[in-house]
Structure formats: structure tokens, C-alpha cells
């Protein structure tokens, strides 16, 4: 059995990886010259360059399966930090984990916590109630968004709003939506957020000693001999309803199967055809856009033991958060130097990224200047920039309920094709795009 392969990223690798372990002919199709897609990383200078994804999570079960298959088990990290909120000039250090230990040690910097307004803080309080009573109702394991489907169909802005108020939504769900997406809290999914809050910090996060850009490395070379680099697909080829294979610049590729592992975006271009019950699911899927600047620095931005700094919209910043990632792991940055990475975000990113890159880059140096006075330098040691168009699915109201009725009803809809993305699970991130690769695998085998 053949099986072409669209995209190198985290699904369209994990699909090629189970084929060859199943014996398949696999061929993967890479646009660009390298693999990882956004998640991909590198290391240079003495610094570890994600650009895309910084972490996992506890549960994330393929992921950490993959790292310990493929050798890199001891690379495994848990990653408890600081993290501090920009207001009104201060940093204040809190807690990024509900774990006693932590709070009792940062007890001091808790009680004078001033990161939100005196009457922000019982609006925030209220709304943890109505959030542990749907815990339950979110599976791990399956990542099913049936059970709470109805959380999917209004934005996480209106959950706040409903159950706890304004300052539950500037000052705790707002900060917490850019970090994680990069996007609005207004046009993301209310169980999308939920999910990451109880998945990721609930069980945990860990990061890679040497980056998740490691991960996607060792994945390639693992299966190099079957991926083809800087070889973009220009349509997948469907004749008579069923998926015949792949059109390259070189000509025609045929194959017994297509795995399409892009962004969802791409899957509509690549696929003219495509029948409604596949189309329109995909055309709901959004993602947030960013220029990403990673400033190796010679010293540390944020004091040792902190991670990152996140900053509500209503400080009007151009970053929504940064980060000094240097703490995660000896690896990442030379003894006391500092990693920083700085993103643009929300509605604001589209215009900042028709910015020249050096303009934009002095911009954003200029504010951590402000931010963290004295520490950052006018000019980094070396300075790294990814810019994505499609950063980090939104799932916006409306997005899970349609991919999840799609992926029940007319996921066979072409035979012969299958779609492999993180958009295909509630929680849009690294571990489901590995795991929509392997079930894409599993699914073109069985077909």
C-alpha cells in the first residue's frame, strides 16, 4: 500500500511514522525546507530556538510516548515556574500552579499581589465554581467535545462575562487566552480555553530538555528516507470522488491514499472538490497570526526562577505576555544568559506585521525596556524571527462542534483521503496533531 503524505509538521509526521511502522509505502510532500512545521525548533549559538510550541503537558500521552520510542524519554522535564502580571508599571510575581507547595512558598508575594484591581478579584473568584462543576465533563483521554458541546458554541469573553464579570474576563480570562493563543478571548471557544486550563495546568506541564523542536527532529530522522523537502504539493488529485493521489511541479503522483496534514486553510486550497459535509467544517476553523521575535540575550531578562510575564490588554502593550525561557533547562541558554521570546498578538498583529522587521523588532525591544527597566538590551547577542499567518488555532464558537460532527458523520466522505491536523481536537495543540496523524494512519490502513 502507497500513501502520500501532505506535510512535514507534527500530524503529517506521527501519520508517517505509524505507516512505515505498519509496512506502508509512505512519501511525505514538505513545502518548505525543513520539517517540524510550528513546532519546529533548532539550536545555534549556544541557545535553543523553538519557534513555534514552548511545552507539553502531563497527559499529553503521544507525545511523551513518541519522545520515550524514539530514545529521548530522560528528556523529559516538569516545568513549575514563576510567572509575574504587568500593571500600572509593577511586576507582580504569582503562582502558575494551584500545587500547596508552591503557594505556601510564594505566600509573601501572593499577599501583596496587586496584578488585578481590588474589585476585579471577587468577579475572578466567582467564576471558579462554575468552572470546577464542568471539569468533569471534559475526557483526556478520548478528547470527545460531546459532553461539552454547548461550551463550544459561545466565545470564553461571554463564559466570563456570564459567570463572572468584566474583571473575570480583562484581568483572568483575557491574559490567559493570549497566552496560550495569541488570539482574543472574544473569538475563542469557551471549552477550548476550559480544556487547556484543566489539561495542561491541571496535570501539569514539561517542557524537553533541548526544546520541543526536538521532538520533530528526531521524528524526521527517523523517517528522513521517506520525506521530500522544499517539494510542495499544488492539489491533491480527486477523480470520481476518491482521492487518486498528489499534483507536484515534477508531475503526478499516485497513491493507494492522501493524508492531508496542513492547517485547514490549506486543506480547502490543495483540495479543489472537496464535498460541503468536508468544506464548510474546515472553513470555521481560525487561527491567531504573530510575528515571534526570539532575543538571545548574554544575561537574563526576568530573575531566575520566572518564566514568563503576561500583560492585560488594558495596558495597552504591544505584547500580550513574554517570556525568558532560559530557566526551563540548562540547555536552552549559556550559564546566566536569557532567552527571550516576544510575540505580537490579537486584532493588532495583522497591522504590526505589514511593519518593516527592524522597525517592529525596536518597537518591541523598546517596550521591554519599559517593562523590565535596566535589564534589556538595545541590541540582542542574536536575534531569530518566525513569522506565521497561522499561528495557534483559535476554535472559535461553532469550530469543535462542526470538526467533531464532520469527523463523526463524513470523515469518509472521499475515500481515499483523510485529514490530519490539531484542529481536529478541542485542545489545538502539538499532542493533537500527533495523535490526529496517528488515527489518520490507523484509518488509511484499515480503509
Not at 512558598?105 to 496584578?115: A, E, I, N, P, V
Request: aromatic letters at 10%.
Amino acid at each position: 500500500m502507497k500513501v502520500i503524505v501532505v506535510g512535514a509538521g507534527a500530524a503529517g509526521l506521527a501519520a508517517a511514522h505509524e505507516l512505515r511502522k505498519k509496512g506502508a509505502e509512505v512519501v511525505v510532500f514538505e513545502e518548505s525546507g525543513s520539517s517540524g512545521g510550528r513546532a519546529r525548533g533548532f539550536q545555534e549559538k549556544g541557545y535553543v530556538f523553538d519557534l513555534g510550541a514552548q511545552f507539553s503537558a502531563a497527559l499529553c500521552h503521544t507525545t511523551l510516548e513518541y519522545c520515550r520510542e524514539l530514545g529521548m524519554g530522560e528528556e523529559i522535564l516538569p516545568f513549575d515556574f514563576t510567572a509575574a502580571v504587568y500593571r500600572k508599571g509593577k511586576l507582580y510575581p504569582m503562582a502558575s500552579t494551584p500545587k500547596p507547595g508552591v503557594i505556601w512558598r510564594m505566600r509573601k508575594d501572593l499577599l501583596k499581589f496587586r496584578g488585578a484591581p481590588y474589585w476585579a478579584i471577587p468577579q475572578i473568584l466567582r467564576v471558579f465554581p462554575s468552572m470546577l462543576r464542568r471539569k468533569k465533563d471534559f475526557d483526556f483521554s478520548t478528547m470527545d467535545p460531546e459532553p461539552v458541546l454547548d461550551l463550544c458554541d459561545i466565545s470564553i469573553a461571554e463564559y466570563a462575562l456570564r459567570h463572572g464579570g468584566k474583571g473575570a474576563l480583562e484581568y483572568f480570562f483575557q491574559p490567559l487566552s493570549v497566552s496560550l493563543t495569541l488570539g482574543e478571548p472574544e473569538e475563542i471557544g469557551a471549552a477550548h480555553i476550559l480544556a487547556l486550563l484543566f489539561g495542561v495546568f491541571g496535570s501539569g506541564l514539561v517542557g524537553l530538555a533541548r526544546g520541543i523542536g526536538s521532538l520533530m527532529q528526531a521524528m524526521y530522522e527517523a523517517n528522513a528516507e521517506a520525506i521530500r523537502l522544499n517539494t510542495p504539493v499544488r492539489r491533491i488529485i480527486l477523480e470520481n470522488g476518491r482521492a487518486r493521489g498528489v499534483e507536484i511541479d515534477a508531475g503526478t503522483e499516485e497513491a493507494d491514499a492522501v493524508i492531508c496534514a496542513t492547517t485547514a486553510s490549506n486543506a480547502i486550497r490543495l483540495t479543489p472538490g472537496l464535498p460541503d459535509a468536508l468544506r464548510i467544517p474546515l472553513e470555521k476553523v481560525t487561527y491567531s497570526s504573530c510575528v515571534h521575535f526570539i532575543f538571545a540575550l548574554r544575561n537574563r531578562l526576568l530573575p531566575d526562577d520566572w518564566y514568563g510575564v503576561i500583560i492585560p490588554r488594558s495596558e495597552g502593550t504591544l505584547h500580550g505576555g513574554f517570556s525568558d525561557a532560559s530557566c526551563k533547562s540548562p540547555y536552552f541558554a549559556p550559564l546566566k544568559g536569557g532567552l527571550v521570546h516576544s510575540f505580537t498578538y490579537g486584532k493588532r498583529s495583522p497591522e504590526l506585521e505589514k511593519l518593516p522587521e527592524e522597525e517592529l523588532k525596536r518597537m518591541m525591544i523598546r517596550e521591554l525596556q519599559t517593562i523590565v527597566p535596566g535589564r534589556m538590551p538595545d541590541e540582542p547577542f542574536h536575534t531569530v524571527t518566525a513569522r506565521w499567518k497561522e499561528a495557534i488555532c483559535l476554535d472559535p464558537p461553532g469550530q469543535a462542534q462542526a470538526i467533531h460532527f464532520m469527523r463523526r458523520d463524513h470523515y469518509r466522505e472521499v475515500p481515499g483521503l483523510f485529514l490530519a491536523g490539531e484542529y481536529m481536537y478541542l485542545v489545538s495543540c502539538v499532542e493533537g496533531a500527533l495523535r490526529s496523524g496517528v488515527e489518520a494512519a490507523s484509518a488509511a490502513i484499515q480503509a
